[in-house]
């Protein structure tokens, strides 16, 4: 167990368990669990706790095929990233692949503090069955920047906060999300926002925003496919940069339940 603004750093390691820790961090500039030059480790069942501004729960540096699931993690205090795959530390890019990121339940409390975030040029991680809650304004709920071939698939993530995107895709590409289900509530606080990316698929995705949009396209997006979106709030889809979209209504009548007899 720790108290203070760093727990545990883990550098150069492989195939190490990280397991069933309860670690709280004092002070700004925190990590609870960091991995830098590191494969194949595993980080679950942990509870983490930071308390401090521009802190991070856990991460993932220049590390690759790391398991994190089922942790809890808390963040009090703005400019912060709940779970971090790669990243950039003193003006270096630190690039993370193959990484799985699964059934963590995440709260965060204050402004610009974020989910998940996926930062320089990572690929190939897949980010599952997650549960996410953000306060705050531009506190996203699952970041990817200069992401490509990502899997985002089966997350809750729940965004209270203005300008609190809930999955908010830039300069990422060939990014598959599926059945997740995404809730805003607040003035532009998009469901999904794209800014410059290519080749997404969006599939059999849940997207609620009841102050915004729930698709928000910015910048050169384009080649995005988006298949069987239910979008559950007045004001749907706003582009400047889709192209060649095709939107099909069903307006055939439900069908009379197999049950039922006259």
Known sequence: NSNFAVGIVIESGSGMNFSFNNITTLGNDGV???LLFSRSTNI????LVT???TSNGINI???NATYVASNNITMYGSDLNSIAIGGDEDGTPFSSHNNTIFNNVIRTFDNDAR????NILSTHNNITMN???TNGTSAFGIALSSHRNDVVQGNMVITLGTSAYGLYLLNSNFTTTIQNNISTVNTTAYGIYFQNGHNNTITDDKVSATGSFEIFADGDATDNNLSNVVLRDDENLS????RGISIVVNTSAPATPAEKSN
């Open 32 to 34: 609870a669990v960091r």
């Open 44 to 47: 679950s069942g942990n509870q």
């Open 51 to 53: 308390y401090g501004t």
């Open 61 to 63: 540096y220049a590390s």
């Open 115 to 118: 989910g998940i975030v996926g």
């Open 131 to 133: 549960n996410i809650t």
């Open 239 to 242: 582009s400047s940069s889709f």
